[in-house]
Nanobody, 124 residues
Framework: QVQLVESGGGLVQAGGSLRLSCTVSGVIFSNYAMGWFRQAPGKEREFVAAIRWNYLDTYYADSVKGRFTISRDNAKRTVYLQMNSLEPDDAAVYYC?????????????????WGQGTQVTVSS
């Protein structure tokens, strides 16, 4: 059974930082591209960041470039999202995703596995 378990969400003031973690079980983690999507109330789900299986290539939404950093530790089967300089518009439920399908990293259809989500709230 494949499981993606996120942690690290919470409430933070604007300008603050949070680090999200997602630990994966049930698949060969190192074979999978990993990523993060988010969805705020009343808004479409949107791509945040992704990282290839080999650590070398990362991809970011324009809205988070320079503030967020995605990384992974294949030995720990964990992907991270370091979020700095958080803004109220970053508030959302953040979902960890895993996939092996070819395609654009920002395409949600690429990812066959999704976590349950973790809430990030940013106060102004």
């Amino acid at each position: 059974q494949v499981q993606l378990v996120e942690s690290g969400g919470g409430l933070v003031q604007a300008g603050g930082s949070l680090r999200l973690s997602c630990t994966v079980s049930g698949v060969i983690f190192s074979n999978y591209a990993m990523g993060w999507f988010r969805q705020a109330p009343g808004k479409e789900r949107e791509f945040v960041a992704a990282i290839r299986w080999n650590y070398l290539d990362t991809y970011y939404a324009d809205s988070v470039k320079g503030r967020f950093t995605i990384s992974r530790d294949n030995a720990k089967r964990t992907v991270y999202l370091q979020m700095n300089s958080l803004e109220p518009d970053d508030a959302a439920v953040y979902y960890c995703v895993a996939g092996t399908t070819e395609g654009r990293y920002s395409d949600s259809n690429r990812y066959g596995y999704w976590g349950q989500g973790t809430q990030v709230t940013v106060s102004s």
